[in-house]
């Protein structure tokens, strides 16, 4: 079974379009994550929720939304795609917030903004 | 912000040679971990290290915690062409602004020649 899941895969979609990503962990783990990385395959934190609730905001444009229906899911919802947000979006999970940092990673999400 | 510098950046090595990559921090981190990244796939993690000085390995892997707590490096031996794909050092700052905060490093590209 997967232990992160993202859907979908890949997603080719135009500028000023609204999209979501959505992510599921089957580990019973408290606390989800979004990073994004970039063509250079920088990683960089973008949110973190613990328990369906915000605790990281890395100063990540408004048109970005993330929402934790339950604390299995964290959904990523982008408004008006601009050229720059093409690149791979990873959620992520972790047992319980401050107690460990060994964070597991979905398989990612490929946005391409046309 | 807060910066990893990993190095090398890429690595071209035959099979059976041994590899080393490391990743020096401008703060003091709690905890380093290692993760590597299949193409197409998100990081899976290889090492976690928690206390200054501590060395870890997992099968041909070895990692150790820096002393001074700014560094960490990653040792592969005898390398396989499976042992292909980039490697990212990631760690968390001491200081409660930065809990659950990881940072990652630039990567470490690894190609093995059978």
């Known amino acids: 079974d997967t232990a992160v899941s993202q859907t979908p895969k890949y997603l080719v979609t135009q500028m000023g379009n609204d999209k979501s990503i959505k992510c599921e962990q089957n580990?019973?783990?408290?606390?989800m994550y979004w990073y994004k990385q970039d063509s250079k395959k920088f990683l960089k934190i973008m949110f973190s929720?613990?328990?369906?609730?915000?605790?990281i905001n890395e100063t990540v444009p408004n048109r970005f939304s993330p929402k934790s229906p339950d604390k299995a899911h964290l959904n990523l919802h982008i408004n008006s795609l601009e050229l720059g947000d093409s690149a791979v979006y990873f959620c992520?999970?972790?047992?319980?917030?401050?107690?460990?940092?060994?964070?597991?990673f979905g398989p990612g999400t490929r946005l391409t903004v046309l | 912000g807060q910066q990893l510098n990993q190095s090398p950046q890429s690595m071209f090595i035959q099979e059976g040679e041994d590899v080393s990559m490391n990743c020096t921090s401008s703060?003091?981190?709690?905890?380093w971990l290692w993760y590597k990244q299949d193409p197409g796939e998100g990081p899976v993690l290889l090492i976690a290290l928690y206390k200054a000085g501590e060395l870890t390995s997992n099968g041909r892997l070895t990692a150790q915690f820096g002393i001074t707590r700014k560094d960490s490096f990653l040792n592969i031996s005898a390398s396989i062409p499976s042992d292909v794909g980039i490697y990212f050092c990631?760690?968390?700052?001491?200081?409660?602004?930065?809990?659950?905060?990881?940072?990652f490093g630039q990567g470490t590209t690894l190609q093995v020649k059978p």
């Open positions: 990631a760690g968390q700052s001491v200081g409660s602004s930065n809990t659950g905060k990881l940072i």
């Open positions: 929720y613990n328990n369906k609730e915000l605790i």
């Open positions: 703060s003091i981190f709690n905890t």
């Open positions: 992520a999970s972790s047992q319980e917030w401050g107690l460990s940092d060994e964070q597991f």
């Open positions: 580990l019973g783990h408290d606390t």
